[in-house]
Every structure is written in C-alpha cells, then in structure tokens.
C-alpha cells in the first residue's frame, strides 16, 4: 500500500475558498493518476476531479467545473485541489486516490488517503 495524506479542509463561509493538498510517500511512484473524490453523510462517495500523471489531462465533475481545480506537483509528490466559490453542497468528507488512469470511477483507484472533512455554512 502507498500512503497518502490529505489536509486543508476546515470550516468555511459560501463563497469562500479552501485549497487542499495530498501528499503521497517517496515510495508511491511518479507515473501515477491521482484523483478527488468526496462523500456527505448518507451518500455514496462521488467523482470530483483527476488528473493523468503528467499534469496534462484533467477532468471535473459539472458539479464543481469552473469553481475547482486540480493540480500537481510530481517533484513534492503531491496533488492539490483549489476550491473556490464554495456551496453548502460541497460539504463533504475529500478523500484522494491513486491509480493508473485518470478515470471517474472509483474502482479505477488502489489507494485512497484517509480524508479530509470541508464543512461549507451558508
């Protein structure tokens, strides 16, 4: 298994913004998709955001396309995700995951990180 550990979430106004970051082992390798997924309490977890390994192709959700972006950095080993113009919707437990395709499906992922809760009040 490859370790990976998300924070930056927290509590927010709508409309603010939260960039959270995901940061994985020095033993997790670099030719490795990454992606962004969230569940709220008594729902199914859901697609957010992914991106191929070298940063070159990204895919959103309609959900958050336009608000959120997604992004790496191959040298800290980490995947960051931009959050702006935040909804009450958006509350939810983020969690990353590591594959070998930039899909939206979760059963396209290995390696999940423990999560990070964002709490969005209106």
């Known amino acids: 298994q490859v370790p990976l550990v998300e924070s930056g979430g927290g509590l927010v106004q709508a409309g603010g913004s939260l960039r959270l970051s995901c940061a994985a082992s020095?033993?997790?390798?670099?030719?490795?998709?990454l992606g962004w997924f969230r569940q709220a309490p008594g729902k199914e977890r859901e697609f957010v955001a992914t991106?191929?390994?070298?940063?070159?192709?990204?895919y959103y959700a309609s959900s958050v396309q336009g608000r959120f972006t997604i992004s790496r950095d191959n040298a800290k080993k980490t995947v960051y995700l931009q959050m702006n113009s935040l909804k009450p919707e958006d509350t939810a437990v983020y969690y990353c995951?590591?594959?070998?395709?930039?899909?939206?499906?979760?059963?396209?992922?290995?390696?999940w990180g423990q999560g990070t809760q964002v709490t969005v009040s209106s």
């Open positions: 020095g033993r997790t390798p670099v030719g490795v998709a």
């Open positions: 991106i191929n390994w070298s940063g070159t192709y990204t």
């Open positions: 995951a590591a594959g070998w395709s930039a899909t939206w499906t979760s059963e396209g992922y290995n390696y």
